[in-house]
C-alpha cells in the first residue's frame, strides 16, 4: 500500500493549533487528517486553524474528517475553521451546506489563520514526530 501523498504540520500557540496540510486528501489520507485533529483535541487545544493552501485536491472522505472534527471540537468547546480552501473545494462546501460551519464567514472574507503570523520553519513539526510522542 502506498503512503498517502499529504503532509500535516502543527504549529501550537497556547490553546490554539495552526495545522498546515499539503497535497492530497482522499479516501487514504484522510484518516491522517482525522488523526491530527483528534490529536489536538486530546493535547488540550480548543481553536484549530486549518490552513488548506498547499492542498491539491480534496473530496469527500476530507470533509467527512472535517465535519468529524468541527463536531467534536464544538463538543468540547472549541472551534475549527478551515482557511484558504480550494475553488473545488469551496464547491463541496456550498453544495453541501456546511460551507458556514467550516469557514465561520461567507466566501472572500476569510482572514489568514493566526493573525496572519505563518508558522516558522523552526517551529513545524511534522506530524509523524507529534504521533510518536517526540514533540509536545
Not at 104 to 110: D, E, I, K, N, Y
Request: proline share 10%; aromatic share 2%.
Amino acid at each position: 500500500m502506498p503512503l498517502p501523498q499529504l503532509t500535516v504540520y502543527r504549529h501550537d500557540r497556547r490553546q490554539r493549533a495552526l495545522i498546515t496540510l499539503a497535497g492530497e486528501i482522499d479516501l487514504e489520507s484522510a484518516p491522517l487528517v482525522h488523526t491530527a485533529l483528534a490529536r489536538c483535541l486530546s493535547d488540550g487545544i480548543r481553536i484549530i486553524d486549518v490552513d488548506l493552501t498547499p492542498v491539491t485536491f480534496c473530496d469527500c472522505s476530507g470533509l467527512n474528517a472535517f465535519l468529524h472534527a468541527a463536531q467534536k471540537t464544538t463538543d468540547a468547546d472549541g472551534t475549527l475553521r478551515l482557511h484558504h480552501p480550494s475553488p473545488a473545494l469551496r464547491l463541496i462546501l456550498d453544495t453541501t451546506g456546511s460551507g458556514l460551519l467550516l469557514l465561520g464567514v461567507p466566501f472572500g472574507h476569510l482572514s489568514p489563520p493566526l493573525g496572519g503570523v505563518p508558522a516558522p520553519p523552526h517551529r513545524t513539526v511534522p506530524l509523524a514526530s507529534l504521533l510518536s510522542g517526540e514533540v509536545r
